[in-house]
């Protein structure tokens, strides 16, 4: 169990530039979140896979952010133009479909400059 | 009204002491509640769970849940400089996913 990995963990891009984290889950946990805190804030959900579908999408996800999963194994977050008000840690988690906790991995960075 | 609320603090105990940790939510119908902790520029870990009301312990933690109140609390007895922190109160509303509060900022003075 090598817990939950994200990549990369630190990003600094231009305003307008795209960018995209990736984040391979616990194996064998089907369920697996993005979350986004900025500073002084508790992590705010983004979005939820079980498997490879995308079961929900919270109002905070704008048009410029997608989220994949394709074979309900790692999943990708793109920020499409990104603004500054994206600069935040971006943090995915995962959870046993049989089990009670959340556990997230060390975040990924995002500094919008 | 926000889901989860949390006294942002910051919380400041002496080493060695009690710290009470506060969180109150607005759905009645949340089902589980979570404790995690946060060091600066870290994700958050899990502390503990709490599903039923009444105390829970674990080691120097114990988490507390009033559901008619819709309350919980954290009490970190002993309190250790390592414990200072930002802890989080999640909450389970039978969704999928947690509501975090904001999280209350520990201070254990040496």
């Known amino acids: 169990d090598t817990g939950v990995s994200q990549d990369p963990r630190h990003k600094i891009t231009k305003r307008g530039q795209n960018v995209t984290f990736r984040c391979d889950p616990i194996s064998e946990h089907n369920r697996l979140y993005w979350y986004r805190q900025t500073l002084g804030q508790g992590p705010e959900f983004l979005t939820y896979?079980?498997?490879?579908?995308?079961?929900?999408k919270s109002r905070l996800l704008s048009d410029r952010f997608s989220a994949e999963r394709p074979k309900g194994s790692f999943s990708t977050l793109e920020i499409q133009r990104t603004e500054q008000g994206d600069s935040a840690m971006y943090l995915c988690?995962?959870?046993?479909?049989?089990?009670?906790?959340?556990?997230f991995g060390e975040g990924s960075w995002l500094t919008v400059v | 009204q926000k889901e989860v609320e949390q006294n942002s603090g910051p919380l400041s105990v002496p080493e060695g002491a009690i710290a009470s940790l506060n969180c109150t939510y607005s759905d009645r119908g949340s089902q589980s509640f979570f404790w995690y902790r946060q060091y600066s520029g870290k994700s958050p870990e899990l502390i503990m769970f709490i599903y039923s009301n009444g105390d829970k312990e674990d080691g120097r933690f114990t988490a507390q849940l009033n559901k008619a109140s819709q309350y919980v609390s954290l009490l970190i007895r002993d309190s250790q400089p390592s414990d200072s922190a930002t802890y989080l109160c999640a909450v389970n509303t039978g969704a999928n996913n947690l509501f975090f509060g904001t999280g209350t900022r520990l201070t254990v003075i040496p």
């Open positions: 896979f079980q498997n490879e579908a995308q079961l929900e």
């Open positions: 988690a995962s959870k046993a479909e049989s089990g009670n906790t959340i556990y």
